[in-house]
């Protein structure tokens, strides 16, 4: 881990690199029975880099007991949402488009 980090680091040639690193975080997956660590931050060559209770990547979001929660949570705030919009919407073409609907 420390090698990939050197590696890493040595890339970092400008202020936008060196400002990706310090954004690194650090999850330490556990079974939820079992709550190993409360909190503990990596120090490596000056650039500290914290464990979080969960990590959002692209498509998916993970807390450290892989319960989903999380990200089922933001799934259904943004269902929610989008279907607020398109409730809106709905309205709006069955007021204009009613004529071209055929009801029977």
């Known amino acids: 881990m420390i090698l990939v980090f050197r590696n890493f680091s040595a890339n970092c040639t400008n202020i936008l690199d060196t400002h990706q690193v310090s954004k690194s975080r650090l999850i330490v997956f556990e079974a939820q029975a079992k709550r ?3 909190h503990f931050a990596l120090d490596i060559e000056g650039c500290k880099i914290t464990s979080t209770h969960s990590v959002k990547l692209p498509g ?4 450290c007991y892989l319960t989903f929660g999380e990200h089922i949570d933001n799934v259904v705030k943004k269902c929610h949402g989008l279907i607020g919009a398109l409730a809106k919407q709905l309205s709006t073409l069955l007021r204009n488009y009613s004529d071209s609907f055929m009801f029977h």
């Not at 998916?60 to 807390?63: E, K, M, N, Q, W």
């Open 60 to 63: 998916v979001t993970l807390d």
């Open 36 to 38: 190993l660590l409360a």
